[in-house]
Protein backbone atom coordinates (compact mmCIF):
# COMPACT_ATOMS: atom_id res chain seq x y z
CA UNK A 1 0.00 0.00 0.00
CA UNK A 2 1.67 3.31 -1.02
CA UNK A 3 0.70 6.16 1.38
CA UNK A 4 -1.63 7.62 -1.08
CA UNK A 5 -3.43 4.72 -0.95
CA UNK A 6 -3.45 4.48 2.95
CA UNK A 7 -4.84 7.84 3.37
CA UNK A 8 -7.63 7.18 0.28
CA UNK A 9 -8.63 3.83 1.91
CA UNK A 10 -8.71 5.72 5.09
CA UNK A 11 -10.94 8.82 4.02
CA UNK A 12 -13.47 6.34 2.06
CA UNK A 13 -14.12 4.38 5.60
CA UNK A 14 -14.19 7.13 8.13
CA UNK A 15 -17.12 8.24 5.56
CA UNK A 16 -18.59 5.05 4.87
CA UNK A 17 -18.35 4.79 1.69
CA UNK A 18 -17.80 1.22 -0.48
CA UNK A 19 -15.49 1.23 -2.84
CA UNK A 20 -18.08 0.66 -5.98
CA UNK A 21 -20.14 3.74 -5.05
CA UNK A 22 -16.95 5.84 -4.91
CA UNK A 23 -15.44 4.57 -8.21
CA UNK A 24 -18.73 5.24 -10.07
CA UNK A 25 -18.88 8.64 -8.64
CA UNK A 26 -15.20 9.41 -9.84
CA UNK A 27 -15.83 7.72 -12.95
CA UNK A 28 -13.66 4.75 -13.01
CA UNK A 29 -13.74 1.04 -12.23
CA UNK A 30 -14.07 -0.38 -8.90
CA UNK A 31 -10.80 -2.31 -9.83
CA UNK A 32 -8.96 0.46 -10.73
CA UNK A 33 -10.04 2.17 -7.28
CA UNK A 34 -8.71 -0.81 -5.34
CA UNK A 35 -5.51 -0.81 -7.17
CA UNK A 36 -4.99 2.35 -6.38
CA UNK A 37 -5.69 1.92 -2.87
CA UNK A 38 -3.55 -1.24 -2.55
CA UNK A 39 -0.69 0.16 -4.37
CA UNK A 40 -0.41 -1.95 -7.56
CA UNK A 41 -1.62 1.29 -9.70
CA UNK A 42 1.39 3.87 -10.31
CA UNK A 43 0.78 7.43 -9.35
CA UNK A 44 -2.65 9.32 -9.92
CA UNK A 45 -2.45 11.66 -12.27
CA UNK A 46 -3.45 15.66 -11.58
CA UNK A 47 -6.88 15.40 -12.61
CA UNK A 48 -8.08 12.07 -10.60
CA UNK A 49 -6.19 13.39 -7.45
CA UNK A 50 -8.15 17.05 -8.23
CA UNK A 51 -11.42 14.10 -9.11
CA UNK A 52 -11.17 12.25 -5.46
CA UNK A 53 -10.56 15.64 -3.64
CA UNK A 54 -13.42 17.07 -4.94
CA UNK A 55 -14.97 13.61 -4.34
CA UNK A 56 -14.71 14.06 -0.71
CA UNK A 57 -14.74 18.02 -0.60
CA UNK A 58 -11.32 18.47 0.94
CA UNK A 59 -10.44 21.61 0.63
CA UNK A 60 -6.81 23.95 1.89
CA UNK A 61 -4.45 22.02 3.93
CA UNK A 62 -5.85 18.78 4.10
CA UNK A 63 -6.21 18.91 -0.23
CA UNK A 64 -2.36 19.84 -0.40
CA UNK A 65 -1.34 16.96 1.84
CA UNK A 66 -3.64 14.44 -0.63
CA UNK A 67 -1.58 15.98 -3.59
CA UNK A 68 1.60 15.47 -2.32
CA UNK A 69 0.85 12.30 -0.59
CA UNK A 70 -0.06 11.28 -4.41
CA UNK A 71 3.37 12.62 -5.72
CA UNK A 72 5.04 10.46 -2.88
CA UNK A 73 2.93 7.09 -3.64
CA UNK A 74 5.05 5.42 -7.13
CA UNK A 75 5.16 2.21 -6.14
CA UNK A 76 7.79 1.44 -8.69
CA UNK A 77 10.40 3.81 -7.55
CA UNK A 78 13.65 3.94 -10.13
CA UNK A 79 17.12 5.76 -8.81
CA UNK A 80 19.35 7.19 -11.35
CA UNK A 81 22.55 7.37 -9.37
CA UNK A 82 24.39 7.94 -13.15
CA UNK A 83 26.55 10.85 -12.38
CA UNK A 84 26.85 10.33 -8.56
CA UNK A 85 29.28 8.57 -6.28
CA UNK A 86 30.12 5.01 -6.49
CA UNK A 87 28.68 5.29 -2.55
CA UNK A 88 25.53 6.91 -3.73
CA UNK A 89 24.94 3.84 -6.02
CA UNK A 90 25.67 1.41 -3.47
CA UNK A 91 23.08 2.87 -0.95
CA UNK A 92 20.72 3.09 -3.78
CA UNK A 93 20.95 -0.95 -4.22
CA UNK A 94 21.35 -1.56 -0.53
CA UNK A 95 18.19 0.46 0.47
CA UNK A 96 16.43 -1.57 -2.82
CA UNK A 97 17.96 -5.21 -1.32
CA UNK A 98 16.67 -4.73 2.38
CA UNK A 99 13.84 -2.46 2.21
CA UNK A 100 11.69 -5.45 2.55
CA UNK A 101 13.25 -6.91 5.54
CA UNK A 102 13.07 -3.41 7.20
CA UNK A 103 10.68 -2.65 10.36
CA UNK A 104 8.20 -0.37 10.29
CA UNK A 105 10.85 1.30 13.32
CA UNK A 106 13.53 1.35 10.78
CA UNK A 107 11.70 3.07 8.21
CA UNK A 108 10.51 5.76 9.99
CA UNK A 109 13.67 6.51 11.47
CA UNK A 110 15.19 6.32 8.20
CA UNK A 111 12.78 8.68 6.76
CA UNK A 112 12.48 11.05 9.67
CA UNK A 113 16.56 11.49 9.07
CA UNK A 114 16.29 11.60 5.03
CA UNK A 115 13.23 14.62 5.80
CA UNK A 116 15.99 16.36 8.29
CA UNK A 117 18.57 16.30 6.03
CA UNK A 118 16.15 18.27 3.13
CA UNK A 119 15.34 20.77 5.49
CA UNK A 120 18.91 21.74 6.24
Excluded at 12 to 38: F, K, N, T, W
Aim: cysteine-free; proline content about 4%.
Amino acid sequence: MTPFGEKLRSLRRERGIAQRDMAAAIGVSPAYLSALEHGRRGVPNWAMVQKIIGFFNIIWDDAEELQRLAVRSDPRVVIDTAGLSPRATELSNLLAQTISSLSEEQIEALTGQLRGMRSR
